[in-house]
């Protein structure tokens, strides 16, 4: 009721007539009711290029004029009409020159972000209307298009130098990742490869499969099985090799601690791939040098076969990877550590704590809550931690139970057998799915139970 006491001129009814008038032309609230001459001009321009686009694009012209018989979106759709049949049929002919579905596809869906953003802006015209009428009618002030661009020049001058990196976002991971999500719902896989064949939209039947079909599910079930193994274990061992690594140059007995930290950060300096390739050549069963060592000083009695055996495989898997891992963890935890009061020691000393008490009540309590979100990062980036496989293993040794995997495949070289090696592009694309709601919520869920994250 404080408001109305302000109010003066007519009724709500105003804002709701201006925006009622933008809605079927743009700017013409803004034009005729809060007078707003420019802004409304523009943004009737505006809408008049985004018609003129389908127009002029297609073949409608003809078509009202008589000329075409029988209109299909196919042959004589506009920019607008053709993208959005384009990705309802994903095509109709097949063969050279005739249509290509997954061209199709992706001009779709950049038609549809396109017209989300006009969307997007064709409500904010509705808004601006509804409330530019309102402060006219309450004030009687005009607002004119010159001191209303310096206004919201204020407002999104931000927005306007981040509108770059906004639209490649959009065009280099949103698009890409929409094309990978629609790319489930279809039969598009070697059988189904354009221009030669078309794709169709199959719905859920790539999930069921996955779920259901004996032949998928154990594959998937058994890979996803090792790879949270692989995950967890991976990011533990690491983890709490390099605190200890960390606690042990952190004492005050040890000299050269600056030699030692430079040797032991080597693993993590020198490009991964690159250690993986050797580690590879190190330990081939057939030929490696660590195998006939074994052998020459009579460990074992005959060439162990590393990489070979899936058991052997997996665990020498793990065991290169803390070789790699830790040393990252180490330089973090040893900053920490550097952090932290000597006076919390010296007090527990003096209530009789041991060492392990110090270690278990102070060290690592403070340790963990500062480096819980390096935890959690590491944790995903190894579920995702596609050359630890392949380039040691390349997925291998075979595994007959398993469809287009081997023993050593987690999730992620897995969709690359699919994709690269398979071309079951359909199959991979409903992995990439499941993969991103798993690792989303794994690392969601641990983010918000971390002391850090909190914080922050």
Not at 215 to 231: E, L, P
Not at 330 to 356: C, H, K, P, R
């Amino acid at each position: 009721m404080e408001d109305e006491e302000y109010i003066v001129g007519e009724p709500i009814y105003y804002e709701v007539l201006s925006a009622f008038m933008s809605i079927f032309i743009w700017g013409s609230g803004q034009f005729f009711l809060c007078k707003q001459r420019l802004k409304g001009i523009l943004l009737f321009a505006i809408q008049l290029i985004i018609i003129a686009i389908e127009i002029f694009t297609g073949y409608w012209p003809e078509y009202f004029a008589g000329q075409i018989e029988h209109f299909n979106f196919r042959l004589y759709g506009g920019y607008f009409t053709h993208g959005i049949w384009g990705l309802v049929t994903l095509g109709q002919y097949k063969g050279a020159g005739n249509d290509h579905s997954t061209v199709l596809m992706l001009n779709g869906i950049i038609c549809c972000i396109v017209i989300f953003f006009i969307l997007v802006f064709y409500i904010c015209n509705i808004v601006d209307a509804f409330n530019q009428a309102r402060i006219y009618r309450r004030t009687k002030k005009k607002t004119s298009s010159k001191e209303y661009a310096k206004q919201l020049y204020r407002e999104i001058f931000p927005y306007i130098f981040l509108t770059p990196a906004l639209l490649m976002v959009i065009f280099i991971v949103i698009m890409p990742i929409i094309f990978s999500v629609l790319t489930a719902f279809t039969n598009y896989n070697r059988n189904h490869m354009p221009p030669g064949n078309l794709v169709d939209w199959v719905g859920i039947e790539n999930f069921k499969n996955l779920l259901h079909s004996p032949i998928w599910s154990s594959t998937f079930f058994g890979v996803f099985k090792w790879t949270i193994i692989w995950a967890v274990v991976a990011t533990t061992t690491t983890y709490f090799l390099g605190m200890f690594q960390a606690i042990l140059l952190n004492h005050p007995s040890v000299r050269f601690k600056s030699l030692y930290r430079g040797i032991m950060i080597l693993p993590w300096a020198i490009p991964q791939m690159i250690s993986l390739m050797v580690f590879k050549n190190l330990l081939n069963g057939q030929f490696g040098p660590v195998s006939a060592l074994l052998v020459k000083i009579g460990v074992t009695k005959e060439r162990v076969m590393f990489l070979s055996d899936p058991a052997l495989a997996k665990f020498t898997i793990i065991m290169v990877n803390l070789w790699l891992g830790f040393p990252i963890f180490m330089i973090m935890i040893q900053g920490v550590l550097s952090n932290i009061n000597n006076e919390l020691y010296e007090a527990a000393a003096i209530d009789g704590a041991t060492s392990w008490q110090k270690f278990y009540k102070i060290t690592f309590p403070l340790v963990f809550r500062a480096t819980s979100p390096l935890v959690v990062m590491t944790f995903a980036s190894n579920f995702n931690g596609f050359g630890s496989v392949f380039f040691l293993t390349e997925g291998g040794p075979a595994n007959p139970d398993y469809n287009f995997a081997g023993s050593t495949d987690i999730l992620i070289s897995w969709i690359y057998q699919l994709t690269l090696e398979h071309k079951m592009y359909n199959m991979a694309a409903v992995m990439c799915i499941m993969l991103f709601i798993l690792i989303g919520g794994i690392s969601l869920w641990n983010f918000k139970r971390t002391s850090a994250f909190k914080e922050v």
